[in-house]
């Protein structure tokens, strides 16, 4: 049977949607289509956002069941069932999780971490953390792509260390109730994902031993399926951050600029763009306690106006 592909954006837009209408949309489609998610479950996730919106205005209108039904049309019987609800979570300590996330955002900073603990001394081989020939060691390394980073190649060991470094580090910064303890199946999943991004490349040195090398200094998702993840956790970064910027809070720059660019030069622009954020990055990070960390989020695309 052929697969038909069919224009998810032209056939919403083409039903006179509107901008929220379409944002809407967007994310209930790949919900469903590209991650996988059950029709039912994404109906009970929408239902569950949805008294949850209900319940913060409850608290925000003083504890007013009546108020609170008023402004979203909800008897105030109804408000008072789903007051109940969340009260009784959060005395249990429950988890609202609707349909979770699978995509370890640390992972950005799994190439640099591997050039800050295992940069190549001068003299020093790059298979220094492995007992190799020396016929061994020139075939092997005959094999690396040109311009790779100048640091060790590792054992699979290094790279699970590198990786629970990385996340022993981000949940140190959550509460102790959101945490998530390091587990084999998470550090396979993240060598994945690391592997199919092609940060990093394995080599088999032997029928059990694996090497791994450094094959970039940043971290990509490939595929469909990795940049679909990836798109959701940055969609749901920027609406936090435009929230801040609406409410004129400290610490948040909102900025677009447009520009034309001739044809023959927009490689070139882009790679030059890259390494001006790398070089901004560089020069003013700083480690501390991890307490006062921002990102730096952009998308750089065709044009269009949007209409309200």
Known sequence: MVQIRVNHDKLAKALNVSDIDFFILLLVINLIKTFGHRYGKVIDAVSVAAKFAVYLTYL?????LRRTGFLHHV????????VSEFDTLLENGGSLCLLGSVEPSYLIGFSY???EKYSLK???????????????????????????PKCLLLRECDVEALIKDLHDKAQSLLHESKRTAFSEALAEHAKYRLLAAETMQEIKITKDTSAYLLLKKDYSPKGRQAR????????TRSFRWMYS????????????????????QKEEALQELDQMMRAWADKYHTESDGSKIVALQFLLGPHQEMTI
């Open 113 to 115: 971490i591997w050039i």
């Open 228 to 235: 679909m993840q990836t798109m959701i956790q940055d969609l």
């Open 122 to 148: 001068e003299g020093e081989s790059v298979t220094r953390l492995f007992n190799l020939t020396e016929s061994e060691r020139i075939i092997i390394e005959a094999g690396f792509p040109e311009n790779t």
């Open 245 to 264: 910027w609406v409410d004129g809070e400290d610490g948040i720059m909102r900025g677009i600029e447009t520009l034309e660019i001739a044809e023959e």
């Open 75 to 82: 008897e105030p019987r109804r408000v008072k069932e789903i």
């Open 60 to 64: 925000e209108e003083g504890n007013n």
